[in-house]
């Protein structure tokens, strides 16, 4: 971890505060030998949230406390994330060891949380973990929700700033520029989170922790090193999700998309929507990449809806 875990701690404790609630917190050792992070919200029915780059699971803080009378609300930190350990063996992984993570992620955390089955919402990166969840374990995936563009899904447009730190010599000098409130507002901007920033509904508070996120835990290094998604030229294919895998998702899929998203529009939302067996589509107009912070009643409404049928 960082030098001033401290300092990480009470910008978590001031966001979740501002919404008068306090996570339980809970640790759950993978059988890769790491430990994640899941703090607990609500009651009700279990869902597994799994996030995006560079942020942690309270990311989710908006939506978990709009379905906290409906669900529990298990928000995870990624491992390498937040306060979970990284998964072990070495700084990098290749794209089959990153797929593999994937795969068994939510069902370790299922078998740690003594539970037989959950929900999952995801989004982002975290959207390739909750989707080849339900490829990999279909009768434990209850059903997904997945908030915008995925990793793993086509990708029309890779920011600048993801391409110059997919080479290993400009990773280490991204890990060491500074941090501040107009760096990470410029590069949340840059992934689809344009709406957010500017309107203010990604707050003074989301922004100092998730400036803590990057300066006092080892997130930023750790997604830095091991996301294999981003080369140089773009989206690495080894890791877009296949017609054969896709074939294999048998649970319920909602997609609320974006349709501001950057990383791919609406033309892209439908092409990927169809090539599911059980999946449906909802346009979220006027949102980015984060239609649960741009759009939040719509979303949790279309959540709760889907997920209590």
Request: one cysteine or more; charged letters at 25%; hydrophobic letters at 45%.
């Amino acid at each position: 971890m960082g030098k001033d875990l401290s300092e990480f701690l009470a910008t978590e404790k001031a966001l979740w505060s501002k919404h008068g609630i306090m996570p339980t917190e809970r640790r759950v050792k993978l059988r890769a030998g790491n430990e994640v992070r899941i703090q607990e919200v609500g009651e009700g029915p279990p869902v597994i949230f799994i996030h995006g780059v560079g942020v942690a699971g309270s990311s989710w803080v908006l939506l978990a406390d709009a379905l906290k009378d409906d669900f529990t609300c298990l928000l995870v930190d990624r491992p390498g994330c937040g306060l979970s350990d990284p998964r072990p063996g070495g700084p990098s992984q290749t794209s089959d060891e990153f797929k593999q993570t994937a795969d068994e992620l939510t069902v370790d955390i299922l078998d740690g949380l003594g539970l037989d089955a959950a929900h999952v919402a995801c989004t982002s990166m975290g959207g390739f973990f909750g989707l080849r969840a339900a490829i990999a374990d279909p009768d434990r995936i209850t059903k997904v929700v997945s908030y915008s563009w995925a990793m793993g899904s086509p990708m029309t447009n890779v920011p600048l700033m993801m391409r110059l730190g997919a080479p290993r010599p400009m990773k280490a000098l991204m890990v060491r520029m500074p941090i501040s409130a107009p760096a990470v507002k410029m590069m949340f901007k840059q992934v689809g989170m344009k709406r957010a920033i500017e309107t203010g509904t990604f707050d003074d508070d989301m922004i100092a922790w998730s400036i803590a996120v990057m300066k006092h835990t080892d997130t930023f290094r750790s997604e830095l090193r091991n996301n294999p998604f981003i080369t140089l030229r773009g989206i690495n294919p080894e890791v877009l999700l296949t017609d054969e895998e896709l074939a294999r998702l048998r649970s319920p899929v909602l997609l609320l998309w974006g349709e501001e998203d950057t990383n791919a529009g609406e033309p892209e939302a439908e092409a990927f929507a169809a090539r599911l067996p059980n999946a449906t589509l909802e346009i979220v107009r006027e949102a980015g990449h984060t239609p649960w912070i741009d759009e939040l009643d719509f979303c949790a409404a279309r959540t709760r809806a889907f997920l209590s049928t």
